[in-house]
């Protein structure tokens, strides 16, 4: 495993396997990595010969009441994780490498973006696409990997590409989940005891959702407003949206579910942000 955290380190290395013409997968995280990273890595391998993890706490992706001073670091850590896995390359910028003195321009989706995370953190995805712009046009990756736990992420990172014609093909990876269901998250450690207890009740609701949904209960209305009455009972959880969209534009349903769609639940257990979302995919497509 190859580290670099300057862009020159970067250059040198990603120079010598252009020469020997090797395909490269990216997986961008921001560190304090767990198994949902894992497996994107490991997915990452399946399309490619090389894989290169980028971790990168991005600052322009954080809005100023939330947890970036705080946000889990622990590169040491992740470094052993990585050197298991035989990734090729880590890189780990400095933010100054990233964002220089006189940074000044920005990338931002106009549509997908105005729903679910995009409407309650403003400036979060305009960050994401800034860093992830920066990510390609650095490392130029012949595949990305994304996990669908941040199912809008990866649906404007999709939109992105396409926009902005980068020639790299982006990979969804299914969401990883801890024993009792609740979706792996480098900020499940931020729980408490009593907390972490509670959190699995989102996937159980969402759980509850999709098997009246396999029952072919298709009213968006009456699955939202079940699953609302169940996470309004979580003590402690106040819940920021629980939606039904559809899987290919993220349009609201609400009303009787014609095609395939996702329910996104977010929210704040005590100080913590979860998010979370299932896929409900009609019969015919399954
Ligand atoms: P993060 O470090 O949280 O920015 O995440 C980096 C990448 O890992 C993103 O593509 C996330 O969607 C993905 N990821 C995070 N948690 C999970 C999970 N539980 N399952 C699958 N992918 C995940």
């Known amino acids: 495993m190859q580290k670099a955290s300057t862009l020159d380190e970067l250059h040198k290395i990603l120079k010598n396997w252009r020469i020997q013409k090797k395909s490269l997968a990216l997986v961008p995280t921001m560190g304090a990595l767990h198994k949902g990273h ?8 399946q399309h490619a010969d090389l894989v290169a993890v980028t971790i990168f706490v991005n600052p322009t992706q954080f809005g100023p009441n939330e947890d970036l001073h705080s946000y889990p670091r622990t590169l040491e850590q992740d470094f052993k994780l990585l050197q298991q896995e035989s990734i090729d390359l880590v890189f780990y910028p400095h933010e100054n490498e990233i964002y220089g003195p006189q940074f000044q321009t920005f990338v931002s989706n106009k549509k997908l973006n105005n729903c679910l995370c995009g409407a309650s953190r403003p400036n979060f995805f305009q960050g994401v696409c800034t860093i992830c712009t920066k990510l390609f046009n650095l ?43 609740l979706a792996t998250s480098s900020r499940n450690r931020y729980l408490s005891n009593e907390e972490r207890n509670l959190a699995p009740k989102i996937y159980q609701t969402l759980t509850m959702i999709k098997n009246l949904f396999d029952d072919n209960q298709r009213n968006a209305n009456k699955l939202v407003s079940l699953a609302k009455n169940e996470l309004t009972q979580i003590t402690g959880f106040s819940l920021d949206y629980c939606e039904i969209r559809s899987s290919n534009n993220l349009t609201l349903l609400d009303e009787t579910i014609n095609q395939d769609c996702l329910m996104f639940v977010a929210g704040y257990l005590g100080k913590t942000r979860l998010i979370d979302n299932i896929e409900l995919t009609l019969k015919e497509h399954r």
């Open 38 to 45: 894992l497996s994107l890595i490991k997915i990452a391998k």
């Open 139 to 181: 490392v130029k990756p012949d595949f990305a990997v994304f996990g669908k736990k941040d199912y809008q992420q990866f649906k404007i990172i999709e939109q992105l590409v396409n926009d902005l014609h980068f020639d790299v093909k982006i990979i969804p990876g299914p969401i990883i989940r801890e024993h009792d269901g």
